[in-house]
């Protein structure tokens, strides 16, 4: 049982290999910049078989305060590791005492407080949408009949789907949240309703040559409509994304400099690495000088685990 003197429950999930690294990497952060969510619980989970984590990583945990828990999901879609991040909230919705539940991708780092994670009395839930990605923005729109179907099988209509505006790309679009970063009310009961919806969703057993097979990352807007809860749009700066792909297009320091949540996707791995810590030296110095010895993510786990690993994925 998780108690704490702080609302919010901090969540994520953590396996052998590479995800350690990183899971560490955004705790760490969490505990450095974090502000009034410094010392909040965190609970590491690991919802499916798998190797051990290292006896380092461990320990590591401990220095940190975190939890980590690990349990074995019923779960038949498991080649699907996406579907981790919501038997993991389901499973420690159950578990915690606190008010408030945040998820945290672990591909993330912390570089300020991110206080827009605070709800009001007059909210619910809370994430950011960052981009079109494969939203729709309307009947004429590619992904819109994958839409149509996706909301038809978790016994929804596009329509109730509200209209937003992405925070990057300034696109209107039904409802679609990145999933990296939200937060809502525990009592609302809203992970293991978003395990539901997904379930359903993926029962449906629906696919899109546009959208790709099994994409569960736009049931958390569904499910939040679905439960009527009064939610808030998280700025930019609270999901900032800063990839190989993206970091061409949409870099901007102006906008790096006021963030507070990064979602560095694969921008801390070689050979990207120097980028990303050029960026931080001229917006964060105080994260780049910790993260500079740090150096670029890399698998750290046996060469046995790495190969078992490989055959989860």
């Known amino acids: 049982m998780i108690d704490s003197t702080s609302d919010t429950t901090f969540v994520c999930c953590v396996e052998s290999g590479w995800l350690e690294t990183q899971t560490l990497r955004m705790v760490e952060s969490l505990r450095r910049w974090g502000g009034q969510f410094a010392q909040s619980p965190v609970v590491a989970v690991t919802p499916r078989f798998g190797?051990?984590?290292?006896?380092?990583?461990?320990?590591?945990?401990?220095?940190?305060?975190?939890?980590?828990?690990?349990?074995?999901?019923?779960?038949?879609?498991?080649?699907?590791?996406?579907?981790?991040?919501?038997?993991?909230?389901?499973?420690?919705?159950?578990?915690?005492?606190?008010?408030?539940?945040?998820?945290?991708d672990s591909d993330l780092l912390i570089l300020d407080e991110p206080s827009q994670l605070v709800l009001t009395n007059s909210e619910d839930f809370a994430a950011c949408a960052p981009d079109k990605n494969i939203g729709t923005a309307g009947s004429n729109d590619p992904f819109d009949p994958y839409w149509q179907a996706a909301c038809h099988a978790v016994g929804l209509t596009v329509e109730e789907l509200p209209w937003i505006t992405t925070e990057r790309d300034k696109a209107r679009i039904r409802l679609y949240w990145n999933?990296?970063?939200?937060?809502?009310?525990?009592?609302?009961?809203?992970?293991?309703?978003?395990?539901?919806?997904?379930?359903?969703?993926?029962?449906?057993h629906i696919a899109s040559e546009h959208a790709g097979l099994y994409f569960t990352q736009h049931t958390l807007g569904m499910t939040m409509v679905q439960q009527g809860l009064r939610w808030r749009s998280l700025p930019h700066s609270h999901n900032y994304g800063m990839g190989t792909k993206t970091y061409p297009q949409w870099y901007d320091a102006e906008t790096l400099r006021t963030t507070k949540v990064l979602h560095y996707h694969d921008a801390m791995w070689m050979p990207f690495w120097e980028t990303l810590l050029t960026c931080l030296e001229a917006t964060h110095p105080d994260v780049a000088e910790w993260l500079a010895p740090l150096g670029a993510l890399k698998n750290e786990a046996p060469p046995l685990w790495k190969v078992v690993s490989k055959g989860l994925v």
């Open 179 to 204: 999933s990296g970063v939200f937060v809502y009310r525990r009592a609302t009961h809203f992970s293991q309703h978003h395990l539901d919806t997904t379930l359903r969703l993926l029962n449906a």
């Open 51 to 104: 190797p051990p984590l290292a006896a380092k990583t461990r320990r590591a945990f401990d220095a940190l305060n975190v939890e980590h828990y690990r349990f074995h999901a019923d779960n038949q879609y498991a080649w699907k590791s996406f579907l981790n991040k919501h038997y993991a909230m389901a499973a420690v919705e159950d578990r915690c005492s606190t008010e408030f539940m945040a998820w945290l």
